[in-house]
């Protein structure tokens, strides 16, 4: 899977700006460092949590809605299509570009507007959570904007974990097509491994679903990235049930 990410990252990603000339030896270094830093960032070693949370599909489970490879790949498609595509990538999109312009208003709007669209607890407490976990660990690698030299606004006090997530990839130096991708191959990698836990799912199948929307996460980024602002809003009331009916599930392995 992580061979699949880097052959595509390195087709997409630019040559990061600077103000000053560069040999195509530093050029690629500073490419490369960019890759390196989003495969960090997407990376499920990566110490925040994430794996402790399912965005309501452990409780489709229990409900009979998915209950094997063919109706989770519907689940995740559809996940992604009226949610993904339609919320946090789009919104990822816009916080990139405000980090880059140094727009601290917009940066506290788009976080807002996130915040506002998480439909049950359960979503917004995992947005919350992921969020605070990265932000510990970008304080302890010295990379939130007050620690470094930049002249980026200060984070928005609560700031969810996509808008963490958008400092990052634009700290890192990655462009905003890759850090698309790269968030949304995270999510599916949690999707399926919350799969191989509660399904089960076997791990082959779980491949077989990665081959099977792979397509669907580039058509979801450039569907996102053409959105225009009244488009946006996710649209999973089946999610937003599952979510809410998760709280009070009686046995449970994950968070949400």
Request: proline share 6%; hydrophobic share 50%; charged share 15%.
């Amino acid at each position: 899977m992580a061979t699949t990410l880097i052959t595509t990252i390195m087709t997409l990603a630019t040559p990061m700006p600077t103000d000053t000339a560069m040999t195509p030896a530093t050029a690629g270094q500073g490419n490369d460092l960019a890759l390196l830093g989003l495969l960090q960032l997407v990376s499920p070693a990566l110490p925040i949590g994430a794996f402790a949370f399912s965005q309501g599909l452990e409780s489709a489970f229990e409900l009979g809605w998915v209950t094997d490879e063919a109706s989770l790949g519907d689940w995740l498609e559809g996940v992604l299509e009226d949610g993904l595509t339609r919320c946090e990538l789009p919104v990822l999109s816009r916080l990139h570009a405000a980090w880059g312009a140094g727009d601290g208003e917009a940066v506290v709007e788009w976080d807002q507007w996130l915040a506002a669209n998480r439909e049950t607890a359960e979503l917004a407490a995992e947005d919350a959570r992921l969020g605070a976990s990265l932000m510990r660990l970008l304080e302890s690698l010295a990379l939130l904007p007050t620690s470094t030299a930049s002249e980026a606004p200060p984070l928005p006090m609560g700031a969810g974990y996509v808008t963490l997530f958008a400092w990052t990839a634009h700290a890192r130096g990655v462009p905003v097509r890759p850090a698309l991708l790269g968030f949304a191959w995270a999510w599916l990698e949690n999707q399926l491994a919350v799969a191989c836990k509660a399904l089960p799912l076997g791990h082959t199948a779980a491949q077989r679903l990665v081959e099977r929307l792979r397509p669907a996460l580039v058509a979801a980024v450039d569907e996102a990235l053409a959105l225009h602002e009244d488009a946006l809003g996710p649209a999973l009331p089946g999610l937003a049930l599952a979510s809410a009916l998760h709280e009070t599930q009686y046995s449970r392995l994950f968070r949400s």
